[in-house]
């Protein structure tokens, strides 16, 4: 186990808070906001364009970040293209893949509108869209077997919905994509950071900077195992090589895919957070959010008037007090202790309001929440509960 004393030090807002938002954003450690400041005060200038030592610096510091994520997934650098957040990145999949008339995409009742949305919109191309059920939680891989078929072209599912925290079995997903000749990807959001897995085996990975990575906000990567398989949806400065008056010449992935001025300051933030992180241990970071997430859950379902609906073994934890309503509830919660969590449909309405028409509570772990936390947020519950019987 790390020094979880020593590692809240890195997060000053902790000591003003009790934070459990972190499936919506994490807080940001200081040592990225001053590698941040670093770039601001020492060397501020574009990416990639300029011969002067301060553009020298930021293009290398910058794609030192890439180096950095690469080695971190285990995937080659080169695959790696930044976007602003996960949902940028899925995006840049569903408009740059090569779609025809009559072909399928494949994703599931858990998702974030961010994996919905955009294959929802591609009915337009003539593309329709398949919806996998789930069982209390789970994609079964038999439900894709039955509904995948020839026109399946993209299998695209959530590793961890962040409604419940259930783990998908992505890999097995991934296997009958591929043994039907689909592609699939993977919306990481939830999962980068905070459990261990094999990139390599999936075609997309749609990957956040500001949840598990601890990065700032406005930062995200796309992983795509081949570039041939997408066309660039947006054009600018930055990716060409050559621009004559008629056409122009592309600079090679990833760079191609990345036209204008990005987020410099955020990317040498994101590469340093993704350096805390890995000093902390994936798996060790798992094993200590599951612990304090299994709690959670355990205790709030044994207060009368609770229903919880996420299953032990996951650190998102979303749960309902009977007789008020989910934001009445989150309010209480931080006027009662400062405590922060998440209410409402959460960017995942079909999935939220299933479960309750106003949507839902939701408690999320991070590295650095604590035991004492989240019996804090119980104690409250207790509380807010007894009131209202």
């Known amino acids: 186990m790390y020094d979880l004393v020593r590692l809240r030090e890195q997060f000053p807002v902790l000591s003003t808070c009790i934070y459990l938002d972190s499936a919506s954003t994490s807080q940001t450690p200081s040592c990225a906001v001053e590698a941040m400041c670093g770039y601001f005060y020492e060397y501020a200038a574009n990416h990639g364009r300029g011969a002067h030592h301060l553009a020298r610096r930021t293009t290398e510091e910058f794609e030192k970040t890439r180096g950095i994520l690469g080695e971190f997934l285990g995937v080659p650098e080169g695959n790696l293209v930044f976007t602003k957040n996960t949902t940028d990145s899925i995006n840049m999949v569903a408009h740059g893949f090569c779609w025809n008339e009559g072909d399928e995409v494949i994703t599931s009742s858990l998702e974030h509108?961010?994996?919905y949305?955009?294959?929802?919109?591609?009915?337009?191309?003539?593309?329709?869209?398949?919806?996998?059920?789930?069982?209390?939680?789970?994609?079964?891989p038999d439900s894709l077997q039955e509904m995948i078929s020839s026109r399946t072209k993209m299998v695209a599912v959530t590793h961890m919905p962040n409604v419940l925290g259930t783990l998908q079995p992505v890999d097995e997903l991934a296997a009958i994509a591929h043994d039907n000749g689909a592609k699939i990807l993977i919306d990481a959001a939830q999962s980068v950071g905070h459990i261990p897995f094999d990139s390599t085996t999936f075609d997309y990975l749609a990957i956040p900077?500001?949840?598990?990575?601890?990065?700032?906000?406005?930062?995200?990567?796309?992983?795509?195992?081949?570039?041939?398989?997408?066309s660039i949806a947006c054009h600018g400065g930055g990716i060409v090589e050559n621009v004559y008056r008629d056409s122009f010449e592309l600079l090679p992935p990833p760079a191609c895919f990345e036209p204008g001025t990005p987020n410099i300051p955020g990317v040498i933030g994101l590469g340093r957070a993704i350096r805390l992180v890995e000093e902390l241990g994936?798996?060790?970071i798992h094993s200590h959010e599951v612990a304090l997430g299994t709690?959670?859950?355990?205790?709030?379902?044994?207060?009368?008037?609770?229903?919880?609906?996420s299953p032990p073994g996951t650190g998102v934890i979303s749960f309902n007090i009977d007789r008020i309503e989910p934001g009445e509830?989150?309010?209480?919660?931080?006027?009662?202790k400062g405590i922060c969590v998440r209410s409402g449909m959460h960017c995942a309405q079909p999935l939220s309001s299933s479960l309750n028409p106003s949507g839902t509570v939701r408690a999320s772990i991070g590295c650095y929440s604590t035991m004492e936390e989240v019996e804090a947020l119980l104690s409250c519950v207790e509380i807010i509960s007894r009131d209202h019987r």
Do not use: F
């Open 113 to 115: 509108h961010a994996n």
């Open 209 to 230: 900077g500001h949840k598990g990575l601890l990065g700032p906000q406005g930062t995200g990567a796309l992983y795509a195992a081949d570039w041939e398989t997408l």
């Open 329 to 336: 509830c989150a309010r209480r919660l931080d006027e009662m």
């Open 295 to 309: 709690a959670m859950q355990k205790g709030l379902s044994a207060i009368e008037g609770v229903t919880v609906y």
């Open 282 to 284: 994936v798996e060790t």
């Open 117 to 140: 949305l955009p294959w929802l919109v591609l009915g337009g191309k003539g593309v329709s869209m398949k919806v996998l059920p789930h069982e209390n939680g789970i994609i079964t």
